[in-house]
């Protein structure tokens, strides 16, 4: 869904700061809410299936497609992606 994201903003020109996070809301909360699932949500006691990515920032999560360190659903990690990052001087 990220690349789809990355296209969006690219072809409705969305390149400000405020308009990368509508895109990301709309590839997670805003479709939860127009599929009309209920119970569903980051809150307590709602179904929450999460990606954990490696990026700082939601401008970084569309911009750069950073790897996918943690997938969580139904409360049970099924992927977890291991790797170890060095620099060299």
């Known amino acids: 869904m990220l690349q789809v994201a990355l296209v969006t903003a690219h072809a ?3 390149t ?3 308009e990368i ?6 590839i997670t909360c805003d479709a939860a809410k127009i599929l009309r699932l209920e ?3 980051l809150e307590e006691g709602k179904d929450a299936d999460i990606v954990i990515l490696d990026a700082l920032t ?3 999560a569309i911009r750069l ?3 996918r360190l943690y997938v969580i ?3 049970k990690v099924i992927a977890k992606n291991e790797y170890k990052r060095e620099l060299t001087i």
């Open 58 to 60: 939601i401008n970084d």
């Open 16 to 18: 400000l700061p405020h």
């Open 39 to 41: 119970n569903y949500g």
């Open 73 to 75: 659903k139904g409360g």
């Open 12 to 14: 409705a020109q969305m």
């Open 21 to 26: 996070e509508k895109v990301f809301d709309m």
């Open 65 to 67: 497609q950073p790897a």
